[in-house]
């Protein structure tokens, strides 16, 4: 369960990012966080990700209470969470397989964990043919199952999906919202950050909408009704 609990995010005295949120996500839900550039969404994951801290109330993921956290414990708890960008964040220089095995080394993984690991998610993405392929020498869609991939290696109780087809067209968006959906249904958690009115729209799923850092509508089969 992810709870956060009457949180607030102050920058300074001209910018509150949040005010007074107070939501759960329940295990296994797919939920999507919605509203204009501004609203929030981006502050809410970052204090998720214990990448920035509240300036008041809690934040729970399981057992843990995320605002307590010390710096030299964020990275295993993290393992936790996988996270996917807009923008991919591949590395340039490594194939398929490399980006995702990447993931593991730094984790301090056996070899023969990450010989095991890293096909498996690579298959389940639809990518077993690309594993010695480069991101120069993928598509958009292609590069974003690595990104996926590489979030789900860990196999996190959580996925975070930050605007994951924002620069992607529709055919290759919808390629990765069913990804999304079918990870969901293997248990885990989703949590879909969008723009895209479409696609929230034909989900109809849980929708929390964020305006000027506070939430104005949750509802379990929403609508992203522009504010």
């Known amino acids: 369960m992810i709870a956060f609990q009457n949180v607030c995010k102050i920058y300074n005295s001209h910018s509150t990012a949040l005010e007074d949120i107070d939501f759960r996500i329940n295990p296994g839900e797919m939920v999507s966080l919605v509203g204009r550039s501004g609203a929030g969404k981006s502050t809410l994951i970052k204090l998720l990700i214990g990448e920035e801290?509240?300036?008041?109330?809690?934040?729970?993921f399981?057992?843990?209470?995320?605002?307590?956290?010390?710096?030299?414990?964020?990275?295993?708890?993290?393992?936790?969470?996988?996270?996917?960008?807009?923008?991919?964040?591949?590395?340039?220089?490594?194939?398929?397989?490399?980006?995702?095995?990447?993931?593991?080394?730094?984790?301090?993984?056996?070899?023969?964990?990450?010989?095991?690991?890293?096909?498996?998610?690579?298959?389940?993405?639809?990518?077993?043919?690309?594993?010695?392929?480069?991101?120069h020498e993928l598509s958009g869609g292609e590069?974003?199952?690595?990104?996926?991939?590489?979030?789900?290696?860990?196999?996190?109780?959580?996925i975070?999906?930050?605007?994951?087809?924002?620069?992607?067209?529709?055919f290759h968006s919808w390629e990765i919202i069913n990804l999304l959906q079918k990870i969901n249904q293997l248990g885990t958690t989703v949590i879909l950050a969008t723009h895209e009115k479409d696609i929230v729209n034909a989900l109809d799923r849980r929708v929390v909408t964020l305006d000027h850092g506070r939430v104005i509508r949750d509802e379990e089969k929403g609508k992203y009704i522009l504010v």
């Open 53 to 60: 801290k509240p300036t008041k109330g809690r934040i729970f």
């Open 62 to 135: 399981g057992q843990y209470e995320v605002n307590k956290f010390q710096d030299k414990e964020l990275p295993a708890f993290r393992r936790h969470i996988g996270i996917v960008f807009q923008d991919f964040r591949l590395l340039l220089a490594k194939n398929a397989y490399e980006n995702v095995a990447f993931a593991l080394e730094v984790a301090g993984r056996t070899q023969s964990e990450i010989a095991e690991l890293v096909p498996q998610v690579l298959d389940m993405v639809g990518l077993s043919d690309k594993v010695n392929n480069f991101p």
């Open 143 to 158: 590069k974003q199952r690595v990104a996926i991939a590489r979030a789900m290696v860990h196999r996190p109780e959580v």
């Open 160 to 170: 975070i999906a930050d605007e994951p087809t924002g620069n992607l067209d529709p």
